[in-house]
């Protein structure tokens, strides 16, 4: 079988399992308060200069999104999202169970704008509402497109005038930035917060989140812990980060993503597929014709998106930092033989 | 100045406080285990055709949505209701504060319909989603619409179908049957839940809350008092209601406020003047040209809906059992010289 | 029977009933905007001589604790309180469901001292532990004990000390402050935050919160709404508070009822009945030999506090402002006869 | 420095960690719900001899304890618990972030007993009180002492006559059953649910949550979700899971860490050095004399668990899978030094 289910298929980069192997037997104190993690900490405080940002490890994404929601906002305090995001569709309600209301917007590419967030508060916001409070954006969306630096400085202007925070849920970070032309410093300039993601980016789980406001950092630690977000061996989050981070290794594991995934992409649009979203990042959606889904799926795996018209079927191919250039050639040519 | 800025402005039916003031200086056991109580329990059971029924009194509309679905959901089950319905844009985030999202649907005319459910229902629904589990319909809804009885059973239907508990807001529910030729039986038949409300319509304050669905009640007035919901003088709850619906005071008094607004309606459709949704019941939402609101405020109490394009606005009355007919021919003739 | 089983048992004074009466068909605009709540938040606020503190109008006691509670405090912050105390034992775990921890003090007086607070932060406060920040105090307490100017100041002094706010529930703050000694003034100069109790005390529901801390009043009314604790006829509180408040008769009713316990106190012990606590305010726990709370049950109604050793049984007798001195006098009488 | 701060200061025992890196490369489905997951679910299941048991696999120990109360109870619903217990001093709170109350029990030895739980639940429990629901045990508990089958088996029917829940949090289960002479089975036999922990006892991360009772299976995953509580690469706790239970490794490496503990509370004996709790398990709680601790701490790492009369101080000495033989020498040779 042909693998593009996900890019959280396998395990860790072989650097990073290295470097868990390589301190296993170290003795340190728990909970992130090891020189592992402090190093981390200060590597990405270095990448996105934000020499006093807080920085803090999670285990994973939904957690990240849902402890830094529940620590940023008072109890009448809502977010704004696209309705595809992650915390709208893929997380359970996670966000709405520590009391705080997701009002989902209607973002066809899976990105907000300063025109939908202005629409959303176009509206009154009184005591009997929800107040909006927190804009949040995935980079790179659900639907694989991405933001650019200009579009990340006229949301955080938008908000700035708005009053309301920008949060950046980043779990495919090293994608966005890899194929929007990005760099961690834009992160640390137009989000008040954002996570790096690990686990989708070689290793074996954590996401780091960079608080660059200080008005949210306090109480942030007691947070985590109260939502079980604290890991015990911190330190393995830290060792992880720090080898995927300290030489680049990050960007290039998710460059080898972006280009098996543009390879793909391009052979598709040669093939006639169509795609339900620009092929910008390392998801690809093809819309494929009645029982070609099912064909597929004897020899490839690969995620249903969603049904269609005419009995169409949007599937989701994802590649990551392990995907060989040559399971897209195979990939391709499956796909060529079974739409002849 | 006229009022016609809400049905809760005034105090009591004059009926209602007689039986407050008559029962003023009894002594009886609190929290809503007196006879009173239990007598209006009663009395709703058999208006509604359940003799089972759980009947609950609580003080308001929020706190009354609040509790109950608090009280229905397990901490990942989710509620569908129009985008325009109370908890969604009045309720201030409350059903979220207690953890549950509430999904958006659009509904023009602030309904919910079988093809409403089905499409929300219609993605997958999985343990990383939310999963809805109680459809919120308001009746009358926020724009003065309101719900046939075929349209309540082909509701119900179509919850029994998808596995969904119908929960009807009855803040105006006489109003409700008054126009929609509806009865107490129709909402015992076909919601698992309902509120029957007393605030906007002669009470003081409360709001019954009707339990059929037997797998619905258990530890009810627990979660009630946890809400800070049970009121001490429970009483005060039970005469009330008892007032208005031992004789059909309740459906007399939506009768005359529904009877006023048809008037108004019927006089601005003779000035020309645009509505922004049919007036059923109780509500009218005129659109005024540039200017108009502004003016008509000197001498009228009501409240703006919202502005709309090409600088009109649209602008809310509402009309109570206490709305004397003259003041209506009054604000006909104050609006036939704005607009002249 | 007669009538010792608390002090909510009546509706509201003959007083209170008529202010109700005299503007029950005045027409206002809703939720506690009106001038007759600004009229009595004005009131409140001089006699607690804070001249910009907020003040709130609110249903019930247990809705006004977990509302401030919950407006007050971040996620991980908790309160300390007596074991006894309302939130402890009879709110059904209110404070809890937003999601705040409450440690439970030992007070066998109910009253909790600058030496039990000291030794609930004496353990380590840190990342992992719950982080005490409010301490919760009834006044009158649960046992009917009072505390005095000295007493408050002490627990200001060290709650200042400890980083703790220093809330004080006042749903029987009438009878705490005629049996200790202390006027509103003490309340606002000694708490960050305490409520005014109405429905002990001749209304016929209603709890006036005072913030005088700055710090705590942000967003507070979202904060009511998102709870169900907005009253949409908001005035029906301000309009009650004005009429107790404005020119005594909160005080005078609430001697009434201390009055008619300290002659019921006073005639136990010359029947040699032992007392749970030192009866200082309206509410007295006799505790009385094996079979004798079932007897006296046959004519009085009354709460059975809890069974204690050798058979015996602590009940409670509680008086309120209609309490008829000549019931005193029955209920001795009943007594002597029961005990002889 | 000799480590003897606790037993999660190491990464994974190196067959764990040849499990991981065995596996690292495969591709897998996730969320848990790859063979290696189900691989491991089934050798518990064995194990528990519960064949019908739900088992998952969580992060760490706060979070299945959290996640586990927030799925078995209704709102209302609250846990008693050791006032020593995890959830009551080192999980900042995380149960009642859920909404829950959490008892404090008093016990000296750490243990719940029937004889407290039948006073916890000998007060009234009605709709104004919390309603106890789940008994929370640690085995081993915070204070090293463990409990016997008769023990657990006299719980569980305490339990089941007055309506408990009985939760084991075996964060140190392989401790505990080293200890006590209890096996899985007794587990399965006498909780409700209950957790086995793999972070203290040779994984990286890891507790595997066994919900024996049928009435508190459904709808767990959802609340995992949407607690952040479901890793993305599941498979990783179910690799190391299998690692240490399909040979009885488990039980090895805590059999190892209680035998290093055994002898260094005899050499403790020896030296005349009381110990706070009888040291059962592998934590060793020694009270040291004045100016002692800080002399140690400059040669061993350690946790001060709390200061006591006469200056002096009690910490805490924690061993584990790989603490050498020769450190316990080391540190009992260091002692003696030192107290000479």
Redesign the interface.
């Known amino acids: 079988m042909l693998?593009f289910?996900?890019d959280?298929?396998?395990?860790?980069h072989?650097a990073v399992?290295e470097a868990?192997?390589g301190?296993?037997?170290?003795?340190?104190?728990?909970?992130g308060t090891d020189q592992y993690t402090r190093q981390a900490a200060e590597t990405i405080r270095d990448l996105c200069g934000v020499p006093d940002a807080a920085v803090h490890f999670l285990?994973?994404?939904?957690?990240?999104?849902?402890?830094a929601i529940?620590?940023f906002l008072?109890?009448?305090e809502?977010v704004l999202a696209a309705a595809s995001g992650h915390i709208c569709?893929?997380?359970?309600?996670?966000v709405?169970?520590?009391?705080?209301?997701?009002?989902?917007l209607p973002a066809p590419d899976g990105k907000l704008t300063p025109e939908l967030l202005r629409s959303a508060m176009a509206?009154p916001v009184n005591?009997?509402?929800?107040?909006p409070r927190l804009a949040y954006i995935s980079n790179t969306t659900e639907l694989g497109t991405v933001y650019t630096r200009p579009e990340l400085l006229a949301l955080r202007r938008c908000c700035d005038e708005l009053g309301l925070y920008l949060y950046c849920d980043g779990a495919r970070l090293g994608s966005a930035m890899d194929a929007g032309g990005t760099g961690f410093a834009d992160y640390g300039a137009c989000c008040h917060a954002f996570t790096i993601g690990g686990?989708?980016n070689g290793l074996?789980?954590g996401e780091a989140l960079v608080i660059a406001e200080p008005a949210l950092r306090p109480?942030f630690?007691?947070?985590?812990?109260?939502?079980?977000?604290?890991?015990?061996?911190g330190r393995?989050l830290g060792v992880q980060f720090e080898a995927v981070l300290r030489d680049g290794l990050y960007l290039s594991l998710a460059a080898h993503a972006n280009a098996q995934a543009k390879r793909l992409a391009a052979g598709l649009e040669r093939l006639g597929v169509p795609l339900l979203a620009p092929a910008e990042s390392n998801q690809v959606f093809p819309i494929l014709p009645e029982g070609a889904a099912e064909a597929l799926g004897r020899s490839v795996?690969f995620e249903v998106e969603?049904g269609m018209d005419g009995g169409r079927t949007c599937i989701r191919f994802v590649t990551a930092w392990?995907t060989p250039p040559e399971d897209v050639d195979a990939l391709l040519a499956l796909m060529e033989d079974l739409l002849k």
Do not use: F, I, S, W
């Not at 709405?96 to 989902?104: K, M």
């Open positions: 693998y289910r996900n959280y298929g396998a395990g860790a072989p399992l868990l192997c301190t296993n037997m170290e003795l340190t104190p728990g909970y285990m994973g994404g939904t957690q990240a999104n849902k402890t529940a620590a008072r109890p009448y809502a569709v893929h997380e359970a309600g996670a709405e169970q520590d009391g705080h209301a997701v009002l989902r509206g005591e009997h509402t929800v107040v686990t989708k074996l789980l109480g630690r007691n947070c985590m812990k109260q939502q079980g977000a604290m890991l015990a061996k393995l795996e969603r392990h």
